[in-house]
């Protein structure tokens, strides 16, 4: 990397991306001279323990934890019979019987008892999306040495996260795959794109990290250009051959991704970033009835198990950001290696 902030040889990092990804794909980026990330949102303690072992015997380099800060709100049985309502002709098209799912969010923000696991291992990098953890949690990962990042969507969101202490702003653009992290508001309006919402951080000194829609050299080359201190990448790497993404994933994004994705509220509750399928056209891809963050994924998890065993990627999440460009046959070093040409230009 030009700067010493994560001490890695290269200005890249990729971008965790829960579900298509572990530990390997963050290896492969590390033992290529990039920030390797370990999307850890999704896991339990033994799982996380289990990657990160892996991680650590498999690489010296420095490496980045991903965690979700998002507020658990109720899930109310109103809120669930009327998104049930919505999906009932999908219900009955798969003979699921949704009378006994839960109300209960599988997804729980970062907590103290996640930390105590992680500090023995001191991870270099430690990154958070939907804002922050409380003020105690940033201070003991500094104490071990960490850096911590997180990502803007907007200006304010940038300010709010340096008025708490971040070593840098990962600025995520409107074209970045998967989840936003918007934490201030929910106006997607607001959000800019990628080098607009850079060239408005960049006024805050600190470190910037450029995040959404890079997947070429040259467009790697024009945010070198605008003085970032790194870029963020994660749909480039979707098709290489450490991702874990599934083969009905990678059909959709080999024909189907360039020019053809949206943001929607329908998988988990919160906006994110993916190719339009079946349920996406049926149902637009904001529906109301969309319950808070993450109890959408309840029932749309029992419709993507049912149609994915039927060979249908109609109601499966397939996160892609903005302009993507297919590479088939490819590992992460290559690509890694290949971003960095326009860096290195």
Same mark, same amino acid.
């Given at each position: ?42 896991? $339990? ?6 990657? &990160? ?34 999906? $009932? ?63 803007? =969507?907007? &200006? ?37 794109? =990628? ?68 943001? =929607? ?17 049926? &149902?637009?891809?904001?529906? =109301? ?22 060979? $249908? $990627? ?32």
């Amino acid at each position: 990397m030009s700067n010493t902030l994560f001490n890695t040889e290269l200005a890249i990092i990729q971008a965790p991306m829960a579900g298509v990804q572990n530990a390997q794909l963050a290896v492969a980026v590390c033992e290529a001279g990039g920030l390797g990330s370990l999307p850890c949102a999704m896991l $339990s303690k033994e799982q996380l323990i289990n990657e &990160l072992d892996y991680l650590t015997h498999h690489t010296n380099k420095p490496y980045n934890l991903n965690f979700f800060c998002h507020q658990v709100s109720p899930y109310s049985e109103a809120e669930q019979q009327q998104w049930h309502e919505l999906l $009932s002709p999908y219900f009955a098209e798969f003979e699921i019987d949704a009378s006994q799912f839960s109300r209960k969010a599988s997804r729980q923000p970062v907590d103290q008892q996640v930390i105590d696991t992680i500090a023995t291992y001191k991870p270099p990098v430690v990154s958070f999306h939907f804002g922050l953890p409380n003020q105690e949690i940033i201070a003991q990962i500094k104490a071990w040495g960490g850096k911590v990042l997180s990502s803007a =969507t907007t &200006l304010d969101e940038a300010r709010w996260l340096k008025e708490r202490g971040v070593d840098a702003i990962i600025a995520q653009g409107k074209e970045a795959g998967g989840h936003r992290g918007c934490f201030l508001s929910m106006d997607l309006s607001s959000q800019p794109s =990628t080098e607009q919402l850079v060239h408005d951080c960049l006024c805050l000194d600190i470190p910037i990290i450029a995040a959404g829609g890079i997947s070429t050299p040259e467009q790697v080359k024009m945010f070198k250009e605008l003085n970032v201190a790194a870029v963020q990448v994660g749909s480039a790497y979707l098709l290489c051959e450490e991702a874990t993404t599934s083969a009905l994933h990678r059909e959709a994004l080999k024909t189907t991704a360039a020019n053809n994705t949206e943001l =929607t509220t329908l998988f988990s509750g919160r906006p994110a970033r993916g190719i339009r399928n079946r349920i996406m056209q049926e &149902l637009g891809a904001m529906p =109301t009835q969309a319950p808070a963050f993450p109890y959408a994924s309840i029932a749309l998890t029992a419709l993507r198990l049912k149609a994915e065993a039927q060979g $249908s $990627s109609g109601f499966s999440p397939l996160w892609c950001g903005e302009r993507f460009k297919a590479r088939e046959g490819i590992n992460a070093k290559q690509i890694t290696a290949l971003l960095m040409q326009g860096w290195q230009s």
